[in-house]
């Protein structure tokens, strides 16, 4: 098999466990019959120095890594939460402490105090947390700088492989750098998909593969090409790379679909949409509870920029445009005015400037922005009005953006998927990138987000935002 990017080999961490778990067994000690915490050492454990606790330790040591591996500690994918990560590590700590105390109390009943192991097991799941923490952000931040990346080639360019594309740049600490996809549909097969580039049909699939140091191929064709699917399953083995196959399920997104048993029959069910009408009640009184905790700064903000715009430049304070809302419907949009009263007039002569992709329209350093619009573009301040039309029901806080008519004129069928939740002030989008994020993409993080929305989701975008807008990065 080719090498797989990765932070550390098995037998490094299986090191630095031994390491922590030693450490934590040594401040359990500390802590009990030093410190003496909590309830005092009784006259019969009166004090026990740390040399007599070495085998013990060492029989710790040997039961946790055993009892890691066997809970697959040290085969963690990729995109495994670090509550799923811990959760597998407090299984082996429960299995581990429990198995020495019965053997411990079993040969020297009186020897240890039982406190002794509580300690052990809380500062192993601490320090074994905190090391896990810091590896996760030590390798988000070599992904970012694009180490420590595994080299993925996408098999099908319809739904189920945008939905891996989606996946993957909602996600980028995963650390997937997708060269391209192939797909046999001439149109699909030539036709980019933002930064995902199409790369022709699966015939190319071998040479690809061979040339561009592929280390994981991601096959999501359709149920009906099983005998493609297997002949690419064997190239993979006879070059060497993962191969992974994504079931289409009908063509149905995954998280959708649910399996149950019965009497050993797997049953296939389908999961409810997560937009239900109480889900929509939860996301709306969020939206409501936000703007007013945010009242007193938004108030005082729109005050000043009024002002400011108005000693500016000569036009409305207020800039209204038609733009289009959840289900294709039209709605009026309120932002403040940030360039020239005449800008919509200008955009014809200004095509040729055009540095967006698809559909819309965007010039990084536009002529027709006032002085006080470049600023408040650059930390969208000018879209503070828009909490007018989430208070009108028009708009959410985090959502898709709303695009002019003209634009969602030239939606591919595969696009208007988001259409079919509110638009919100902010997204994934907005927090990936904004406007250097291409408009393919743009739609792939849209898609993501409504077929994984959750209120967690939400705040998660609202949190990000903050941190995005401060910075003023991709904003023009």
Not at 124 to 152: F, T
Not at 380 to 403: A, H, K, T, W
Request: hydrophobic content about 45%; proline content about 5%; overall charge positive.
């Amino acid at each position: 098999m080719r090498p797989r990017a990765t932070l550390l080999p098995i037998w490094a961490w299986v090191l630095v466990d031994i390491l922590v778990i030693n450490l934590a067994s040594m401040l359990a000690w500390y802590v009990r019959y030093e410190l003496r915490w909590f309830p005092g050492v009784d006259t019969i454990f009166f004090f026990s120095p740390l040399s007599s606790f070495t085998s013990l330790f060492i029989g710790l040591t040997i039961v946790l890594v055993l009892a890691f591996w066997a809970n697959r500690v040290y085969r963690i994918q990729r995109g495994t939460s670090w509550v799923d990560e811990m959760f597998r590590i407090g299984n082996g700590v429960l299995i581990g402490i429990v198995l020495m105390v019965a053997v411990t109390f079993g040969i020297r009943p009186l020897a240890f105090s039982r406190l002794l192991f509580v300690y052990d097991a809380v500062l192993i799941l601490l320090l074994l947390g905190l090391v896990r923490l810091i590896r996760r952000w030590v390798d988000a931040q070599l992904r970012a700088r694009g180490h420590n990346l595994e080299r993925v080639l996408i098999v099908g360019g319809q739904e189920m492989g945008r939905a891996v594309m989606r996946a993957m740049v909602a996600q980028p600490e995963l650390g997937y750098h997708v060269i391209g996809f192939v797909d046999d549909d001439p149109d699909i097969g030539t036709t980019d998909v933002g930064r995902f580039k199409a790369l022709g049909g699966v015939q190319q699939f071998e040479n690809i593969v061979d040339t561009e140091q592929v280390n994981e191929a991601i096959i999501t064709l359709p149920w009906q090409e099983q005998a493609t699917i297997s002949r690419l399953i064997r190239i993979c083995e006879r070059l060497g790379i993962r191969p992974r196959v994504v079931p289409d399920m009908l063509q149905l997104n995954l998280s959708r679909v649910s399996i149950e048993e019965l009497s050993g029959i797997p049953l296939i069910g389908i999961k409810p949409q997560r937009f239900t009408e109480t889900t929509r009640l939860a996301k709306r009184v969020l939206d409501l509870t936000m703007i007013l905790l945010g009242a007193p700064i938004a108030l005082l903000s729109t005050g000043m920029l009024a002002l400011l715009i108005r000693l500016d430049s000569r036009g409305p304070v207020l800039f209204t445009q038609t733009r289009i809302g959840q289900y294709g419907k039209p709605f009026r949009v309120f932002k403040f005015r940030s360039m020239q009263s005449d800008a919509e007039a200008q955009q014809e002569a200004l095509e040729t400037l055009n540095e967006a992709t698809g559909p819309l329209f965007k010039i990084k350093d536009d002529p027709r922005l006032t002085r006080v619009g470049r600023t408040m573009r650059r930390f969208s301040l000018d879209e503070l009005p828009q909490l007018i039309n989430v208070l009108r029901g028009e708009m959410s806080l985090v959502g898709p953006r709303p695009n002019l008519p003209q634009e969602v004129e030239q939606y591919r069928p595969w696009h208007r998927k988001r259409l079919q939740v509110k638009p919100g002030m902010t997204g994934l989008w907005q927090v990936s990138g904004r406007s250097d994020v291409a408009f393919d993409e743009m739609c792939l993080l849209d898609i993501y987000y409504i077929e994984n929305w959750s209120l967690i989701l939400d705040i998660s975008v609202l949190l990000r935002t903050v941190r995005t807008v401060i910075s003023g990065s991709g904003a023009y």
